[in-house]
């Protein structure tokens, strides 16, 4: 990487506001996915009838099952919103950046 | 299928071995019939897979000639393609068989499992797999040592990722030997050992990781599908009705409505610490496998890196709501059945061949000998998929981070490089034959917690410090990684499964199975302490070069380029 481009990509302030952007987005969703699954864990381990009980007074399936699978189609969404915010909302301000800064 | 004398797959039943915290009925030889018929289904399947695997790699071999190629597949995959590679290398006949056998067995409690095995991967996408493609060349080392000293940081990274590689290896190893011994009873153990590394060797040190990767999203289809027909056959036995499949479950499970409501193995106590230290383990562990982080070289750049795990989170999520489908159909369709069930009048929950065996004879339940021989070809595909993975994932540790950047300092020749690796795949092909072969009667019950373990906490935690802290230091990436691989060794030796089952030392110094609660937050105090204290210059030349690695790990400007053939 050559210094001169390095230099002008640290001087633009466009790139600062994204890699704050992103890092944020990034985090984010890391605390939700780490809220849902260690919330998921914490019910396991303290508090398993909440988890066990039938969702109706008919059925045998439990509460958790819903629960756990949620937590997987919920990773799967998160996934999916990061994936499209970087890809279609960050990638184009990156490329500008480094047009600006190869120029 | 008349003949099962020995457990499939001891790191599958491991998990399950694990978890449950008892013993799987297997083992004892059953008294096997002189002449057992040829399992020509299951025989004509394999040899269909390995043909087509072999055709790959000779077309691979025709275009590897670079470095590149060879350990990054010329960073041409795209982003659907290494979704499907992912989703190859990382659902082992573990996830297969292991989560249907856990189901199978205790119910609900194998969920925890599925959730904890999926939920690294958002962690990956969020925090590492576009930086791991701006950074780094061929290994996750690569990324952690890139603005550190390459000597001391490789070292710890090359040894924590062969620890992984290695047992991983052993535990795939034994698996599939005793895969293809115990559906194709005339070939023996040793030889089946042999084939399965045979092969991978062939694999990997011909076509490199583009043989490697087709292997792997061939493989993820084959597994993927034959789930897929399996699930069906189970819905349709129970009219499509979800509450049926369970209600019956219930009826058929002599534990009836317990494998609703226990979050613990059935008949194990509740031990909080133990169900967070799994679920830390698992989610992180995931995030720090080698060969799984290796997979993000191959791809063209960062959005390809970033929807190649959209692609592999679909798959290995729906894959696991599968197998939890598989589990409970096993126990409406297996248990209680004489065909498949070793004694009746003891259990009619133990099976012949032992705890792995659920969803192999589920799929004989819904489809005859047919969809048998389909779904055993199809494990022993996942395991050498997985395998080839994680043998160039080791020879990538030893040949590039060892070799080329500690002994030689950087100075060796690529071909050279590439040279030492195929020598290292052979090498480690042959060790993992021989381990395969000397760990037969091991209990290898700690597999899954070693490996998973070391790559949580070494691995992982390192990775995302160097990346997102700047105070990170030579010393305290060192210090924190080794507390990482050596503590968590040191503690499942004196935990209950190795201290207590594998030894027979008596009860346990450490009492639980799972050392990450304790290891991982050691790990971030000891490399932030470390760190802090750290007053030497070239630590902070360290934190200073923190700033162009960030511009680099976020841009990708001055990452590696695609090969341009």
Known sequence: ?103 | MKTTSKSILALVASAALLAAGTAVADGAPAPAPAEPPLNLHAIVMFVIFVAITLGITYWAAKRTKTAADFYAAGRGITGLQNGMAIAGDYMSAASFLGIAALVYMNGFYGLIYSVGWLVGWPIILFLIAERLRNLGKFTYADVASFRLQQGPVRTMAAIGSLIVVIWYLIGQAVGAGQLLHTLVPQISYQISIVIVGGLIIIYVTFGGMKATTWVQIIKAGLLLGGATLMALGVMSHEGFSFEKLFADAVAAHPKHIQIMQSVVPIGAKANPIESISLGLTLMFGTAGLPHILMRFFTVTDAKAARKSVLYGTCFIGYFYILTFIIGFGAIVLVANNPEYVADLSKSVLALKGGGSMPAVYLSHAIGGDFFLGFIAAVAFATILAVVSGLTLAGASALSHDIYASVIKKGKSTEAEEVWVSKLCVVGLGIIAILLGIAFEKQNVAYIVALTFSIAACANFPILVLSVFWRGLTTRGAVAGGYVGIFGSIGLLIIGPTVWTKVMGMGPAIFPYDFPTFFVLPAVLIVAYVVSVTDKSASGQAERDAFEAQEIRSETGLGAEMAATH
């Open chain 1, 1 to 103: 990487m050559s210094k001169l481009s390095a230099s002008r990509i640290l001087s633009n302030p466009a790139y600062r506001r994204l890699i704050k952007q992103r890092d944020t987005l990034a985090w984010t969703l890391t605390i939700c996915v780490l809220v849902l699954y260690f919330g998921f864990v914490l019910m396991v381990a303290f508090a398993p009838q909440i988890l066990t009980q039938p969702i109706s007074d008919t059925s045998v399936i439990p509460l958790g099952m819903l629960v756990g699978v949620g937590v997987i189609l919920a990773s799967i969404v998160l996934t999916g919103i990061y994936v499209n915010q970087a890809n279609n909302r960050f990638d184009p301000i990156i490329e500008e950046i480094m047009r600006d800064a190869t120029k």
